[in-house]
């Protein structure tokens, strides 16, 4: 059984695995705990959490950008960047919220991360003025508001100039990944044929 993070992004590799693999879809954080109780035989975990556990890296999907990451944003409600700045983030994300750090430190910012059990940016931001927001949650801030003061893939991109990974494959054991593999080619097919498909929704519509 194969482990794929429960965002939006996902759903092209979880359509190509469809009725080829057995699929758990959960966080990244319960797929760690699966894989170590033996409940999967591999799964996508976020790359934070990977480094600092014992399980081996598997050659296979993970999750990267080369430039903008849109599902990985800093927000406010109509502050732009400070100084000596609280930012609320949710508990479910360990590998953004270090990238974050690392930005912030370059751009000589001082901060404090507030841990959150919630990850919209609504409830982020009733106690703070910044808030971290991830995956399905930042893509909705797109269309709100909010002040989306920058994407932390692109400023790690830019200030560091290497790819941020955040998420990849990991198992305690040797993993056979020709299925993974092959469905990756294939989501990129579903990804081609959801563009066309918009497109021609958009022109009926428009």
Known sequence: MYGIINLIHSDPLFYALNNKIEIKRDTAFNILGMIEKDELDAGMVSLVQFLNSDLKLIETANIHTLSNTMSTLLISRNKHIENNIEIAVTSLTATTSFYLSLILNKMGIKYELIKSKYTDAQHLLNNNDY???IGDDALLAYKSNYNIIFDIGYEFSRLFNLMPVYAVTASKRDFDHKIIDNA?????NY????????????????
Do not use: H
């Not at 990756?184 to 990129?188: D, N, P, Q, Y």
């Not at 563009?195 to 958009?202: C, G």
């Open 184 to 188: 990756i080619a294939e989501s990129k």
């Open 131 to 133: 808030a971290l927001v």
């Open 191 to 206: 990804v081609e044929k959801s563009i066309i498909k918009t497109r021609q929704r958009l022109k009926k519509r428009f």
